[in-house]
């Protein structure tokens, strides 16, 4: 099941064609759609998404911008590598931005709705794995969680930040599920945690609890990454 998201409240979408053609390359970037080391061109998105080449040009170079793409030479574009650093630094920069968010989150205190809401998302009785049948409906709840979190906070460009780095360890965390299809899910007594901090309005709990949360997914992700053959298998260079 695919899905668009922009959760980011108040944030003026351009509607336009680039936005468009930006928009379904990022989706397809992000669900592995277009692995990393793909190459295309131009031309070939612009057909396939039946769109001249104009705004498929603005929206490459929106993408390489944000790290998901680079230019080749006289040769189209390639989807950029996922590096074990990055994947590190990312899941780094989630648990700060995200941490703020719920301690700034639990300072001004949610709605009535976006409270009954994040309760309601807290919960998971799926089965004990992250890469099973209902992996799809688990991103799109545990980003609808993620952002009601990030939109509370109050701060727009927080917010803006924090789901751009949420786009791109959702791309990290389905290729790790392709190495490790046994991946857990979310601990529901950690998103449970982060609930009752913020709910409570105590700051500091709610810092603590997120920090808890995204240190267990970094976890996750980096033992999955780093299991994999490609690395491995890379030669130790003696520095």
Do not use: W
């Amino acid at each position: 099941m695919r899905y668009e998201p922009d959760l980011i409240r108040e944030h003026p979408v351009a509607g336009s064609l680039m936005e468009t053609a930006y928009r379904r390359l990022k989706r397809d970037i992000i669900e592995l759609v277009r692995p990393p080391g793909a190459n295309f061109t131009e031309a070939e998105v612009a057909k396939a998404l039946g769109l001249s080449k104009t705004p498929v040009r603005e929206a490459l170079a929106r993408l390489h911008r944000d790290g998901l793409v680079r230019p080749l030479p006289r040769a189209g574009y390639v989807v950029s590598a996922v590096t074990l650093g990055d994947a590190t630094d990312l899941c780094d920069m989630r648990s700060l931005l995200q941490s703020q968010a719920a301690a700034l989150c639990a300072e001004r205190g949610l709605s009535e709705e976006d409270t009954r809401r994040l309760a309601e998302l807290a919960v998971d009785t799926s089965e004990d794995q992250l890469g099973g049948p209902h992996f799809e409906e688990r991103f799109r709840a545990n980003y609808e969680f993620e952002s009601i979190i990030a939109n509370g906070s109050g701060n727009h460009r927080l917010a803006a930040a924090s789901i751009g780095v949420l786009d791109e360890i959702e791309r990290i965390t389905r290729l790790s599920i392709k190495l490790d299809p046994s991946m857990p899910p979310t601990r529901i007594r950690e998103r449970q945690a982060i609930v009752d901090a913020i709910t409570s309005g105590s700051a500091d709990a709610a810092r603590a609890a997120m920090e808890q949360r995204t240190a267990s997914a970094r976890r996750e992700i980096v033992g999955a990454l780093a299991a994999s053959r490609s690395i491995t298998d890379a030669e130790i260079v003696v520095p």
